[in-house]
Every structure is written in structure tokens, then in C-alpha cells.
């Protein structure tokens, strides 16, 4: 079965930055990763967010705290175990 990711697009850096401090504080795990490119070219950095559970209370943190957010961008994990593996 294929893993769902989540990622929260930014119009801009500070807010991305900003919601991870806020998210960390709260324990809602998170980690800052590239934004993929078929969500958007715009900021370079997303916050990554590998439970669905988790999305209501990112929401409502975002809300909360007047932060801008483009979208929640939801994909399947495109990962691929082999890469970097030379042998």
C-alpha cells in the first residue's frame, strides 16, 4: 500500500519557519523538506507531515496563529529505497 504524505506549502520562509517552532512546541512532528515540485515552484521549503491525524491540529495551529499558508498538498511517497545504493 502506498504511503500518503502531507505537505504545508509557504508563500515564504518565515512562515514556514515559524509554523515548525510552533508545531515543535506543540509535540506535532514535522520536518522541514523541499517542496515538491508538482505542489508548487513557489517557496523552496515545505513542512512535511507523515500522519493524516495530525492535520487537523496543524490546521488549527496555522489558524490560531495567523500564519499564511498556500495549501496542504497531499501526495504519495515517491521515495526511492535504491537511490544512493551503487551496489
Not at 515548525?20 to 514535522?30: M, Q, V, Y
Not at 522541514?32 to 508548487?40: G, L, Q, S, V
Request: charge should be positive; charged fraction near 30%.
Amino acid at each position: 500500500m502506498a504511503e500518503i504524505e502531507y505537505y504545508v506549502i509557504f508563500p515564504n520562509v518565515e512562515n514556514g519557519m515559524k509554523l515548525n517552532e510552533l508545531l515543535k512546541a506543540a509535540k506535532i512532528p514535522a520536518t522541514i523538506a523541499p517542496t515538491p515540485r508538482e505542489a508548487t515552484k513557489c517557496c523552496g521549503i515545505s513542512l512535511l507531515i507523515k500522519n493524516k491525524d495530525y492535520i487537523p491540529a496543524v490546521k488549527k495551529c496555522v489558524e490560531d496563529n495567523n500564519i499564511e499558508i498556500l495549501d496542504i498538498f497531499e501526495t504519495v511517497n515517491k521515495k526511492d529505497p535504491m537511490r544512493n545504493k551503487f551496489c
